[in-house]
């Protein structure tokens, strides 16, 4: 990712629901992620959700893209719903 493009960000900015500060880094071998945290109680929310996973993963079945969309839980044993742990 070139940190001096800040095309992703500014779109990512811009999508219902998110919220604060955005993060992103680089890994040693060129591997590249984006954090971002999101507003649960947003109307929009999970369809934010749904959309980013599905075109991150599943915008094209015969030329997949490599990369991966998932969100951040808390362990099983801990989970009372996305209100009861909040980033």
Avoid: C
Avoid at 23 to 35: I, L
């Amino acid at each position: 990712m070139n940190h001096n493009n800040n095309s992703l960000i500014n779109f990512i900015k811009r999508i219902p629901s998110i919220e604060g500060h955005i993060a992103t880094g680089v890994y040693d071998d060129g591997n590249w992620w984006v954090k971002f945290k999101m507003d649960i109680k947003h109307d929009l929310a999970w369809n934010v959700v749904q959309e980013l996973e599905h075109i991150v993963n599943y915008v094209s079945i015969e030329q997949p893209m490599p990369t991966s969309f998932y969100p951040v839980s808390p362990p099983p044993y801990m989970n009372g719903g996305p209100s009861a742990y909040p980033g």
